[in-house]
């Protein structure tokens, strides 16, 4: 199973972004999507998930600017990200879960002052 993560760059606060992480291999039956976050010298932390019937889960930090949303014929997840802050900076990682948790490989956002 491989995650491909695109949609990272540099981009001035209250600019927006939008990631998206494709899965690809023998994955099937997907269950939970998500965004989690890792800044420099600070544990990785969750950004937001999707189940698979839509439900959606938000940091108290993104919500009101972060929107998650996925495509399951795609076997695709995304995180539309708009006002971003300088605090905001982290490389993002995006996971899938069948019967396992799998994780990208990170893409650097980096929200400038």
């Known amino acids: 199973v491989q995650l491909v993560e695109s949609g990272g760059g540099l981009v001035q606060a209250g600019g927006s972004l939008r990631l998206s992480c494709a899965a690809s291999?023998?994955?099937?039956?997907?269950?939970?999507m998500g965004w989690y976050r890792q800044a420099p010298g600070k544990q990785r932390e969750l950004v937001a998930t999707?189940?698979?019937?839509?439900?959606?889960n938000y940091a108290d930090s993104v919500k009101g600017r972060f929107t998650i949303s996925r495509d399951n014929a795609k076997k695709t997840v995304y995180l539309q990200m708009s006002n971003l802050k300088p605090e905001d900076t982290a490389v993002y990682y995006c996971?899938?879960?069948?019967?396992?948790?799998?994780w990208g490989q990170g893409t650097q956002v980096t929200v400038s002052s």
């Open positions: 999707i189940s698979s019937g839509g439900s959606t």
């Open positions: 291999g023998n994955i099937f039956s997907i269950n939970a």
């Open positions: 996971t899938v879960t069948e019967r396992y948790v799998y």
